[in-house]
């Protein structure tokens, strides 16, 4: 009873979402994520902490520093 | 021209029929004509619900199939002004009827009633797509659960693909008690991981079970879900109704209330 359960829920529903919506595997949406990290980084500076992807159930949303969240 | 909204979950068990019916009730004591409508083919649950069951004779299969007029199928509950109940189909399964022919008994009735509401079966089969034929917006009923959040996104989704861009969320059977203490999603936690718009959050109580014991609505009663339904209701009107809190903190009252009960 370290961790509140409901954390636990929100983290393994978020990984679910993600997958439901790209029809692959949490793996697979891992390797997305770098693969475009890799691509936006040859075009303009990026570090891995200011980058994220999100996918929602029409858009997949890319998120850089700088860009307002 | 009447609106017609389709309640559905993906998940079963969540509270599709429970919550048409209150709604169904709830917008007809608030003086609309209203037609509810079982769609699912081989579980009829919504009459046992509304306590109608003993007053069945035709089914909507009957008027698909042409063995009666639609007026002779509709079931008038007499404890309300303008409350009607198309029933399903005890023994017929869901290829009985297709979307098109789903489409066009809506269309002929749409101009008789305010509201048409379709309980919509759990899955996302013909039965679903069935409900979904002729609805222009949608309730999408979810737990705050991890296995019926999911389905509601994907759920989401396919009403989004089939052109039903008016998608609304509630969240059924919140626990405030496991809320407070980290145990359970929050509304926030819900809407925000699904980024759809919330019309409304019905608590866990224990009323519903009750009422629906013995096909009564809960809707318009005294207690969290009476209330937080017909706040329901009248956001489907159109009145802007805040949100409930049930996050505030309890009144000396009520803290000692509940002290009082536990014994």
């Known amino acids: 009873m370290s961790v509140h359960s409901v954390f636990v829920a929100k983290e393994r529903l978020k ?35 200011y980058f994220d992807i999100e996918i929602t159930r029409s858009d997949i949303h890319i998120k850089y520093a700088g860009e307002n969240k | 021209m009447g609106e017609v909204i389709v309640i559905t979950s993906g998940k ?19 003086g609309k004509k209203v037609l509810v409508i079982d769609t699912d083919l081989g579980l009829r649950n919504l009459d046992v619900v509304m306590g109608l069951e003993n007053r069945i004779v035709y089914n909507i299969v009957d008027v698909i199939e042409g063995s009666c007029r639609l007026k002779q199928a509709l079931i008038k509950d007499k404890r309300f ?22 489409k066009k008994l809506i269309e002929d009735i749409r101009e008789d009633f305010d509201f048409i509401l379709l309980d919509c079966p759990a899955g996302i089969e013909q039965g679903f797509q069935n409900a979904i034929a002729g609805a222009g917006r949608s309730i999408v009923v979810t737990t705050p659960e991890v296995s019926a959040i999911r389905d509601a996104d994907r759920i989401i989704g396919l009403l989004e693909t089939s052109g039903i861009r008016k998608n609304e969320l509630l969240i059924n059977r919140l626990r405030i008690d496991m809320v407070k203490r980290g145990d359970m999603m929050s509304v926030d936690d819900v809407t925000e991981i699904l980024a759809v718009d919330l019309l409304g959050v019905i608590p866990d109580d224990e009323q519903v079970v009750i009422a629906t014991n013995q096909g009564e609505p809960v809707v318009g009663e005294a207690g969290l879900a009476g209330s937080s339904y017909m706040n329901i ?12 809190d049930y996050m505030k903190p309890e009144s000396l009252l009520e803290k000692l209330s509940s002290l009082f009960h536990r014994n």
Do not use: F, H, W
């Open chain 1, 15 to 49: 990984n679910l979402l993600i997958a439901d919506r790209m029809q692959c595997t949490p793996d697979a949406a891992d390797r997305l994520t770098k693969d475009l990290y890799l691509t936006v980084s040859k075009y303009m500076e990026i570090t891995p902490e």
């Open chain 2, 12 to 30: 079963g068990g969540v509270g599709k029929t429970t919550t048409t019916a209150n709604i169904g009730i709830g917008l007809s004591m608030l």
């Open chain 2, 233 to 244: 209701c009248r956001r489907l009107l159109g009145e802007e109704v805040p949100m409930e």
């Open chain 2, 81 to 102: 002004p303008e409350l009607y109940l198309l029933p399903s189909a005890q023994t017929k399964d869901k290829t009985s009827i297709s979307p098109e022919q789903m």
